[in-house]
């Protein structure tokens, strides 16, 4: 059974860090491509950054280039998500997600496992 769990989240205040990290098990982990997404309720989710098989290739929103870094360890079955200058628009569900295959793009609809989430509350 396929299971991606989330860690890392909680409240900080604005311009601060947090390093979320998700790990598989269940899974070939190198052969799946990894990504993080969050939502807002009442809003879409979004794909906030997605990372190839290797490593080899990243992709971001637009809003967090420059301050989230995307990155895993396959050795260790993990991805993270390092959050850096966070702001409150920031605040969401953060989810973890795993598609089998090649990075395509950051589109949740391309994702077939999905952790439960961790919530990250930024404050003024």
């Known amino acids: 059974q396929v299971q991606v769990v989330e860690s890392g989240g909680g409240f900080v205040q604005a311009g601060g860090s947090l390093r979320l990290s998700c790990r598989g098990s269940?899974?070939?982990?190198?052969?799946?491509?990894m990504g993080w997404f969050r939502q807002v309720p009442g809003k879409e989710r979004e794909g906030v950054s997605c990372?190839?098989?290797?490593?080899?290739?990243?992709v971001y929103l637009d809003s967090v280039k420059g301050r989230f870094t995307i990155s895993r360890d396959n050795a260790k079955k993990t991805q993270y998500l390092l959050m850096n200058n966070l702001t409150v628009e920031d605040t969401a569900m953060y989810y973890c997600?795993?598609?089998?295959?090649?990075?395509?793009?950051?589109?949740?609809?391309?994702?077939?496992?999905w952790g439960q989430g961790t919530q990250v509350t930024v404050s003024k």
């Open positions: 997600a795993a598609r089998r295959g090649t990075i395509r793009s950051c589109s949740g609809n391309e994702y077939t496992y």
């Open positions: 269940g899974l070939t982990f190198d052969d799946y491509a």
């Open positions: 990372i190839s098989r290797s490593a080899d290739r990243a």
